[in-house]
């Protein structure tokens, strides 16, 4: 369409719903990525903070506000020890509940540096409501062996993740650690 002289939204029609939304959805993980990986290096990623929506493992993908009372109880802490609750993060849409203070405040910051407003989440609104969803996932019956075979050395991961986390993403933590991994880790 773009080689016809068509403007680019008449473009943008001419491409499958379905790969609208396969790309819709890589954006929403995309910005998902940047916002875990900034609360992984100021160290928060594992820790609720005031504002934050707080993931019940346990409640079928449920979130409440944390706020400032019940930031410090002890009953608050032990749960997230315990990886019953965690801090979530956006898949952004129009539909998802929103963070308060500071923690939405890096949300927004974090969509606002990829060019993003209310207005694009308008446009992505057939294609994603919005969700949120933990910021980390516990991993499972994990095992990591290595061995050669008739193609040479490899390395065999084999581990349990919950419903809509990426294996390849603990892979890729497992086999190239970064500068940020070692803080997972910890």
């Known amino acids: 369409a773009l080689a016809a002289e068509k403007s680019p939204q008449q473009a943008c029609k001419t ?15 995309h910005l998902f990525n940047a916002l875990l ?29 944390v706020t400032k009372e019940e ?28 963070t308060t203070g500071e923690v ?4 927004i910051e974090v969509r606002e540096s990829f060019g993003l407003d209310d207005g694009h989440l308008e446009t992505m609104r057939k294609f994603a409501e919005g969700v949120r969803r933990p910021l980390r996932v516990e991993v499972r019956e994990s095992k990591a062996t290595n061995g050669t075979d008739e193609f040479g050395e490899y390395v065999q991961l084999k581990f349990t993740l919950p419903a809509g986390s990426y294996a390849t993403v603990v892979a890729n933590y497992c086999l190239s650690p970064s500068p940020w991994f070692e803080k997972v880790a910890k």
């Open 37 to 65: 990986q900034h609360r992984i290096t100021d160290g928060t990623w594992n820790t609720l903070m005031f504002g934050d929506l707080a993931w019940k493992h346990d409640g079928g993908g449920r979130t409440f506000e």
């Open 104 to 107: 939405h405040e890096k949300e």
């Open 15 to 29: 491409i499958s719903r379905q790969l609208q939304k396969l790309w819709v959805n890589a954006l929403q993980s």
């Open 71 to 98: 930031l410090h109880s002890d009953d608050l802490l032990n749960r997230v020890d315990a990886f019953l609750l965690s801090p979530s993060g956006p898949l952004w849409g129009l539909k998802m509940r929103l």
